[in-house]
């Protein structure tokens, strides 16, 4: 088998009383895209924050391209090449679009405008570069903060809730960027809540549930899972 | 075409201000003197504050560290006031360093409340010390009339107080800086290292201060703890920037300007009502236009930042 991209190891994450992640293992493979599901409060944003060290982890290791990032600051793992999004969307509001991908990046401000005059074309956001981000419409702003995230050129992408809030047509032409960026060798991670676009994107499901990962695998064979059923509807 | 005008607006402001002293009385002198202390002041509370989101309420410290170390190299060293200003600005640099490690790790009101404790912890300090400062008697400086050469200091720092403001906030350096203020979460999940540019901002906004301290403490003659460290000044200068606009260049400007003149003449027209009017105008600032004169014509316009 081939290295993995990520590979977190037994990781642990407890507030005060409550264990949020729970010794959860998985490993990532390049070129794949992954879901992260299970039901509210299972442990799938707080998995992201100690990936992205926005948390620290209590136990446990996270190795991302061999190398342990775990206890590391968050832009030092961003540097090292781990892009994401958020659940709620955070751009700068009183940055132009253009300027939200502008100071992402440290490259020549030549070649950074033109990477970023690329992407703004790529959503379609171009005609708008020069406007606040505080003033485009939520699904702008989601649109942007995704381009935002691919300014450094993330080997591995953190996505989380994707679809939510976002309209049909704004969302195939989301699932399709991620579909080319799967294409082009890079490895995506996907918290989602909507079924269909867990089930119709990604090639191998993680559930989790009160923090432990209870089932993994090919999105069929999850649907079908005791496990999965009754964390999601009960016994 | 308007580019020029901005370019040159700026210049003949400036050396109209440059020919000044020579037909201004001494009262004028003095009082633009103090316009350009409050230029310094107010410009480089904007820049940890306003642009970069760390609302500092003991920035005076800086004023009264600089104040306090330029004073006693020129009366017990003998310094020229010209080193010694500089000094104070590096004097107040360092103590930024040294506080801005622990201080700058606190978010929104508890980095503001640790300013307001360190400006009163470095009052009490140089009360305690009181071979060195003076203690609660305050310390005299020799007698010397350099009035005209410190406008001429003050102002110089005002300028470079502006025009560095200018080309940071044209810098992605300074776009860095706005996305601590805009969401410091997002700013590090984008790969930029916020603690050390929050440090660089902090210790840019420092030295201003300490060298307008040290100018001040010369001009003066004499200084004592409540005088360089009155909280009041520090709320003069963030009311100033939020008149004005924050996280503009000009903003800073427009606001000592217009606010020391207005405090001039109300203050010598009705001395008792004047408290009451700057709290009231504190008040109708934060309500009515908590984005400042520039700030509501920056965003109704869609002018630059460089306002």
């Given amino acids: 088998m081939a290295t993995p991209v990520l590979d977190i190891d037994r990781l642990r994450k407890r507030f ?98 033109e990477r970023a005059d690329r992407l703004l074309r790529f959503v379609k956001l171009d005609g ?6 505080g003033n485009l419409s939520y699904g702008q702003q989601k649109l942007l903060e995704f ?46 809540h909507d079924m269909k676009v ?22 069929g064979v999850i649907q079908t899972d005791e496990r999965v059923i009754e964390a999601y509807f009960g016994r | ?57 003991g920035h005076v410290a800086f004023f009264g560290a600089g104040a306090y170390a330029g004073a006693i190299l020129i009366s017990k060293a003998g310094w020229p006031w010209l080193a010694a200003a500089l000094v104070g600005g590096g004097a107040a640099v360092l103590l930024a360093l040294v506080i801005g ?15 307001l404790g360190l400006n009163e912890v470095l009052r009490a300090l140089v009360s305690y010390f009181e071979g060195l400062t003076g203690g609660g008697n305050g310390l005299s400086l020799p007698t010397l009339d350099a009035t005209v050469p410190i406008y001429y200091v003050m102002g110089l720092t005002a300028v470079a107080v502006t025009v560095l403001t200018y080309l940071i906030i044209t810098s992605r350096f300074g776009l860095r800086l706005m996305t601590i203020r805009e969401d410091e979460v997002a700013a590090e999940a984008m790969g930029i290292d916020t603690a050390r540019h929050k440090l660089y901002a902090f210790l840019l906004s420092a030295a201003g201060p300490g060298i307008a301290g040290a100018l001040t ?3 003066q003659g004499y200084i004592e703890p409540i005088s360089v460290f009155p909280l009041a000044t520090t709320i003069t200068m963030i009311v100033m920037v939020l008149f004005g606009g924050k996280g503009t260049v000009w903003g800073p400007v427009l606001g000592a300007v217009v606010l020391f003149v207005a405090q001039e003449v109300v203050w010598a027209r009705y001395p008792y009502v004047h408290p009451l009017l700057f709290g009231a105008l504190i008040v109708a600032v934060v309500l009515l236009m908590p984005r400042g004169v520039l700030g509501i014509l920056q965003v109704r316009y869609r002018l630059p930042r460089t306002i």
């Fill in chain 1, 16 to 113: 005060g009383g409550v264990t949020a992640v729970d010794g959860v293992s998985l490993r990532l493979e390049a070129g794949r895209i992954y879901g992260l599901i299970g039901p509210n409060g299972s442990g799938k944003t707080t998995l992201f924050n100690c990936i992205t060290g926005v948390e620290r982890r209590d136990e446990g290791r996270v190795v991302f391209g061999g190398e342990r990032v775990d206890g590391l600051r968050p832009w030092e793992i961003a540097q090292k090449g781990i892009g994401r999004t958020f659940q709620v969307i955070r751009v700068f509001p009183e940055l132009s679009a253009l300027e939200n991908l502008l100071v992402v990046t440290r490259d020549r401000l030549a070649a950074a405008r």
């Fill in chain 1, 147 to 192: 381009v935002r995230m691919l300014m450094r050129d993330p080997t591995l992408i953190l996505l989380d809730e994707p679809a939510a809030g976002v309209n049909r047509t704004l969302l195939n032409d989301l699932l399709e960027a991620v579909r080319q960026l799967r294409d082009r060798g890079k490895t995506i991670l996907l918290v989602e």
């Fill in chain 2, 1 to 57: 075409m308007s580019q020029r005008v901005a370019l040159a607006a700026p210049v003949a402001v400036a050396l109209a201000l440059a020919a000044y002293p020579v037909v201004a009385s001494g009262y004028e002198v003095r009082a633009t003197l103090q316009i350009f202390m409050w230029i310094v002041l107010a410009g480089s509370w904007n820049l940890i504050s306003g642009l970069t989101g760390y609302v500092s309420f």
């Fill in chain 1, 198 to 219: 867990v089930m119709g994107l990604c090639e191998t499901v993680f559930v989790l549930d009160h923090g432990e990962k209870i089932a993994e695998g090919a999105p």
């Fill in chain 2, 101 to 115: 490690y622990p201080c700058l790790r606190l978010k929104g009101p508890y980095f503001a409340i640790a300013m």
């Fill in chain 2, 217 to 219: 403490a010369r001009d």
């Fill in chain 1, 128 to 133: 708008l570069r020069d406007e606040y981000a």
